[in-house]
């Protein structure tokens, strides 16, 4: 039963554009979530959280929304740009919980 | 400043051998774990520790044993190997307290169990 849902795969945009990836997660005492990248032959790296108090966090080029009630997260990046290019994992964690839940992930090409 | 180091980077078992995949930190943070990485399953939680002499299962624990001994350290063994564990093994990091759950990991250690 996979609590955090990345239903698409991949996604391929032009440079300059907007890339929006979005993740779903069924267990609703979920309260922080995270955003990782991942290139080849390396480890994830933090990119930005949110957590359930709010409904945005921006930083830089890359912004996540969270819409509480239909348990949806999406991560927003304006303007995308070729090194963005990699795997992005959607992750969450319940209060007080050790434990990260991931989703599957999902590749980003951005064509220059 | 290395951060979270994972040895050896590649490694090929035969069924039933053992090994141990190094991890090691220097940023002094309490937590640790270890994560696995397969093909359209993303990262599953094997065991984490909170600190020195403590350890817990995380998602899928079974053939694996981790010790604490020191805060740097963090060893994940492998007894005796199957061919359902090769995959993509990372270690993470993380102070308490720090912004929940904001791990730093290691580059990975790629096993194959033949």
């Known amino acids: 039963d996979q609590q955090v849902k990345q239903n698409s795969p991949s996604l391929s945009v032009q440079e300059g554009r907007i890339s929006i990836l979005n993740c779903d997660y069924t267990?609703?005492?979920?309260?922080?979530f995270l955003w990782y990248k991942k290139y080849p032959a390396e480890g994830p790296t933090f990119l930005i959280s949110?957590?359930?108090?709010?409904d945005k966090n921006e930083d830089g080029r890359f912004t996540v929304f969270l819409n509480k009630s239909a348990k949806h997260l999406s991560l927003h990046i304006v303007p995308s740009q070729p090194g963005d290019s990699a795997v992005y994992f959607c992750?969450?964690?319940?209060?007080?919980?050790?434990?990260?839940?991931f989703g599957k992930g999902m590749k980003l090409t951005v064509n220059p | 400043n290395a951060g979270v180091t994972q040895t050896p980077k590649f490694q090929v078992l035969k069924t039933g051998q053992s090994m141990t995949l190094q991890c090691a930190q220097d940023?002094?943070?309490?937590?640790m774990s270890w994560y696995r990485q397969d093909p359209g399953m993303g990262l599953r939680l094997i065991h984490y520790?909170?600190?020195?002499?403590?350890?817990d299962q995380g998602e899928v624990p079974n053939g694996y044993n981790v010790s604490r001994s020191t805060t740097e350290d963090f060893p994940l063994r492998l007894l005796s190997a199957a061919p359902s564990q090769t995959s993509v093994y990372f270690c993470?990091?993380?102070?308490?307290?720090?912004?929940?759950?904001?791990?730093?990991f290691g580059a990975g250690s790629r096993l194959t169990v033949l």
């Open positions: 993470a990091s993380r102070r308490q307290g720090a912004g929940a759950n904001v791990l730093t």
């Open positions: 267990n609703s005492m979920f309260d922080y």
């Open positions: 949110i957590s359930s108090i709010k």
């Open positions: 992750a969450a964690s319940q209060g007080g919980s050790e434990k990260l839940v």
């Open positions: 940023m002094n943070h309490e937590y």
């Open positions: 520790s909170v600190g020195a002499g403590i350890t």
